[in-house]
Structures are given as structure tokens and as C-alpha cells.
């Protein structure tokens, strides 16, 4: 295979990821937009489970996938058909076996977890969300053999099936309890079931094309494998330092809720109710301030192996370009989610969540719509530097963050006036930081690296001007109507316009940065970009 060959292969099979990784987060919101809505309080619940859950899962499988698709992918690359197979059964024993331990730490500590979260309603949604700790670590291995083997498209689809059979079991079972007259935790843990259910349905299909593909490999080589332990030690070697990175933010994120909780009970006095209740205002928006989050994914699939072949190129002016573009692009579609956000805040919340109390979750929502702008340019900001090899700075700033935001929650959720409102503040604060240090980072690696105000500057002022623009016409139009929903469904429309067209006749755009973009070359011809 040629190089140029290799690189589209890899390039399609990134993008084959990304596009897989947007559905299932578009699913996932769907799904959990009317769980909010089903369980009230007990969405609270869900969350503290998933927070535990989250932590455990990114330290038995974060790395796997990476790990075993690297080493099984050299095996191939070498024909050493009987290295892989070693390295596949041992890989996936090991990890399996692991998070079974890691489940059945969940499942038996179920009510110390919940304790230390503050909120000991938890504990049953824990204890049946803990299998699903086992069933993915089993998962992950089967999609670092296949990805080993530069098959993408099985680990997308088993992504959709996991998302699809959520929504599906999830919310019927949410429903169907509440309708029986469960009360919202016992609905919580049915909700929670369907996340186990959706794992095992993947674990299966996944196991049906591992069965499929086997078959047509070619057939045991004569070459020695690797003894056990050497396999181990590698695979550790290089799953390690990915699970670091990635179990970062996940124990950052439940130290700050379970803090955020105990606050609101030990110093702010609330009951275990209110507490919940409150937090779920938090936890509730939580869904909407993420979306544009998982659009960055198909701009850091594309940036990372562009900026790697130009830094493996020493093409420094080709890197370069490709860094702007991609802050750019990243910065066209976060700003105007962002100010969207925050001047629409309470409309949006009206409108999505009836069981949310809108003067509570509305502010919320608009603060956090300013940090979805600096979460987003973070994402790219570590794209870049993961394509350098740079892997450790980026858990660096992020851990200076979250220390900001941990100090910060504890002691400005503590005032009575202020409670949950400084838990998204602290928010915005940590992944302000974290950006603006990546940014700097990025600025000293990247030689040539584009004047981050040429970058910005049009899609901010655009950003700003639609805003205007929506907050104008939704106030004007829901004096005019008093319909909240016409209000802002116009406002929204009205603002998409003038976005759209602020961004042709600033020039905001150009034919590099549409190349990052999925049909990018149709999308000039179309709008005429040169």
C-alpha cells in the first residue's frame, strides 16, 4: 500500500469514528433530554451513579482499545499472524477479569459510593449499572482488535447499538416504573438498567464480528509470540498513560459533584431532597451545554493525523495551517452555540425541560454556555498537541483547573446567596484556564502557530452581533405572542441568518478551513469560497 494510499485508509477511518461518535451523541441527548423530565430528583441519582461508573470504566478500558489496535496493527504490518492471536486472547482475559473486579467493587460498595457522593439515594442505580463495568472492558477489547486491524466501521456501529438500545430500554423502563408508581430512584435504576442492557447488546454484535472476521484472516503463521507477561507489560505500557489522561477530568468532575453536594447539605443546609433537587437544575442543562462539545469530534479526527503527517513532513507552514483552520472551525461553531446559550439560557430551558425550574436552571445554562466555548477550543487545543507526541501537558492544565474549580466550589457554594450557581461558575473558570494555557502552549509548539486575533476575531464578532440579534427578537416577539416557544423558535431562526450571513461577508471562511470539514470541497463550490 502506497503512502498516500495509508493516509486516506486513515483518514477514512478516523472519519468513519467521528461520524459514529456524533450520532451516538445525538442519540445520547435524546435520551436523556425526556429521562430528565420522567425522573425529576432521580435524575440526580443517574448522574452520581454515572460519575462512579465513569471512573472505574476509564481505569479498567480507557486504554485498551488504543494499546491492542497499536500493537495488533505492528503484528499485522510484520505478518505475524500468531502474535496477534496471543495478543488478543491475553489482552482481553486480562482486562476482562479486570473489570470484573472493578464491578464487583461497584456492586458491593455500592452504598459507600453513594455516601461519599452525598447522596445514599444512589446506591441502587449503582449496583445495576455495575455489570456494565465487566461487559465493557470485553467490549473494549474486541474494538482494539478490530481497529488493529483498520476496521472502524464495526466499533461506530456497536457505538449506535449501545446509544439506540439506551434509549429504547432506558426510557421504557424509566416510564414504565413511574407508571406503576415507583418512586423517581427506583425509575433512576431502571433507567441505569438500560445502560447494561445497551452494553451487552454491543458486547454481542461485537463478539458476531470478531466471529466474522477471524475467519477470513489468513492462517496461522509460524512466527513465536510474545511470552504472556511481555504482552502485559507492553500493552500496560502503553494503556497507562492514555487512562491517566483520560480518567483526569472524570475524577475531577465527581470530586466537584460529590463537594457541590455535601455542600449544599453541610453548609448551605439543605435536605437530601432539596440537595437533589437543586442539583438536578445543574445536571439537568448539563445535556444542552455538551452538544456542540461532541461536534468537535470530527475536527480533532480530522487534525490529528493531518498535523502528525506534516510534523512527520517538517512541514511547519503546512502544520500551521492546519492549527489555524482547525481553531477556526472550532471557534465558528462554539461562539455562536455559546452566546446562544447565554442570552437564551432560560427561553431554551422553558421550552426542553418542564420539570427544571427555569429562574434556576436558566442562569445556569447561560454561564455554562461561556465555558462550552473554552471546553471546545480545549478539545482541539489537545488534538494539536496530542499529534505532536505532547500527552502529559494537556492532563497538566486540565489538573490546574479542576484544582481552581474544586477550591473555588467549596467555598462559594458554601454562601447561602450564591449555592448552586458556583458550581457552573467554577465550571466556566476551570476550563477558561485550561484553554487559555493550551492556547499558550500550543502557541510556543506550534512554529508559525496564526495570530490567535485573525482566528477568533470575525467568528466572535459575528457571535456577538447574532446574539443581539436573538435576544432582541425573542423579547420582542414573546411581548408580541406571550408564547415562549414561537419566541424562541423565530429568535433562534432569526439568528441563524444573521450568523450566516455575517460569516460570507466578513470572509470568515476559507477553502483550508472547509477541508477539515466533512464535504468541505462541495460546501466552497456551493457557497463559492475561495
Request: glycine content about 8%; some cysteine.
Amino acid at each position: 500500500m502506497s503512502n498516500a494510499q495509508k493516509q486516506n485508509t486513515f483518514f477514512g477511518g478516523a472519519a468513519i469514528l467521528a461520524v459514529g461518535i456524533v450520532l451516538v451523541k445525538i442519540i445520547s441527548a435524546v435520551y436523556k433530554m425526556p429521562l430528565i423530565n420522567i425522573l425529576g430528583s432521580g435524575y440526580t441519582d443517574f448522574t452520581n451513579a454515572f460519575n462512579i461508573f465513569n471512573i472505574l470504566l476509564m481505569i479498567s478500558t480507557a486504554g485498551i482499545p488504543v494499546a491492542m489496535s497499536k500493537m495488533i496493527s505492528q503484528a499485522n504490518a510484520q505478518g505475524r499472524q500468531n502474535q496477534v492471536h496471543k495478543i488478543f486472547r491475553v489482552t482481553f482475559c486480562f482486562f476482562v477479569a479486570f473489570g470484573a473486579l472493578c464491578s464487583l467493587a461497584m456492586f458491593l460498595g455500592a452504598d459507600g459510593f453513594a455516601a461519599l457522593m452525598g447522596n445514599p439515594k444512589s446506591a441502587a442505580s449503582m449496583r445495576v449499572l455495575a455489570p456494565s463495568v465487566a461487559l465493557v472492558a470485553g467490549l473494549a477489547a474486541f474494538r482494539g482488535y478490530a481497529q488493529g486491524h483498520s476496521h472502524m466501521t464495526p466499533s461506530s456501529v456497536s457505538q449506535i447499538i449501545e446509544a439506540l438500545f439506551k434509549l429504547i430500554f432506558g426510557l421504557s423502563l424509566a416510564m414504565w416504573l413511574i407508571h406503576i408508581g415507583k418512586d423517581e430512584s427506583t425509575a433512576a435504576a431502571g433507567a441505569i438498567a438500560g445502560v447494561t442492557i445497551s452494553e451487552l447488546a454491543a458486547l454481542l454484535y461485537m463478539a458476531w464480528e470478531f466471529r466474522r472476521t477471524r475467519r477470513l484472516e489468513p492462517p496461522a503463521g509460524r512466527d513465536k509470540p510474545w511470552s504472556t507477561k511481555k504482552i502485559l507489560v507492553v500493552c500496560l505500557s502503553l494503556a497507562i498513560p492514555i487512562t491517566l489522561t483520560s480518567s483526569a477530568t472524570s475524577i475531577i468532575t465527581t470530586i466537584d459533584t460529590a463537594l457541590v453536594q455535601h455542600q449544599l447539605q453541610n453548609a448551605v443546609g439543605l435536605s437530601l431532597d432539596d440537595t437533589r433537587n437543586l442539583y438536578l437544575q445543574y445536571s439537568g442543562v448539563q445535556t444542552v451545554y455538551q452538544i456542540p462539545a461532541s461536534l468537535m469530534v470530527a475536527i480533532t479526527a480530522s487534525v490529528i493525523p493531518a498535523v502528525t503527517v506534516y510534523f512527520q513532513q517538517k512541514n511547519r507552514k503546512g502544520a500551521a495551517r492546519v492549527v489555524g483552520s482547525s481553531l477556526k472551525t472550532a471557534a465558528i461553531i462554539a461562539f455562536p452555540s455559546g452566546v446562544g446559550m447565554l442570552v437564551l439560557g432560560k427561553p431554551i430551558v422553558q421550552l426542553l425541560f418542564p420539570r427544571l425550574t427555569a429562574d434556576i436552571a436558566g442562569p445556569i445554562l447561560s454561564i455554562l454556555g461561556v465555558a462550552n466555548i473554552f471546553v471546545c477550543l480545549m478539545l482541539v487545543c489537545n488534538s494539536v498537541l496530542q499529534a505532536h507526541g505532547i500527552l502529559n501537558l494537556p492532563i497538566g492544565t486540565m489538573l490546574i483547573g479542576g484544582i481552581v474549580m474544586v477550591l473555588f466550589d467549596f467555598f462559594v457554594v458554601a454562601i447561602p446567596s450564591v449555592n448552586i450557581f458556583g458550581s457552573p461558575i467554577g465550571t466556566c473558570l476551570c476550563y477558561g484556564i485550561t484553554c487559555c494555557l493550551d492556547l499558550w502552549i500550543v502557541a510556543r509548539i506550534v512554529p508559525g502557530c496564526p495570530n490567535y486575533l485573525r482566528v477568533f476575531g470575525k467568528p466572535l464578532l459575528a457571535s456577538a452581533v447574532m446574539g443581539g440579534a436573538a435576544w432582541a427578537v425573542y423579547g420582542l416577539l414573546f411581548k408580541l405572542t406571550s408564547s415562549n416557544t414561537v419566541s424562541l423558535i423565530l429568535a433562534i431562526g432569526v439568528a441563524a441568518v444573521v450568523y450566516f450571513a455575517l460569516i460570507l461577508l466578513l470572509k470568515t471562511i476559507t477553502k483550508s478551513d472547509l477541508s477539515l470539514m466533512p464535504k468541505g470541497e462541495l460546501i466552497g463550490r456551493v457557497l463559492r469560497i475561495k
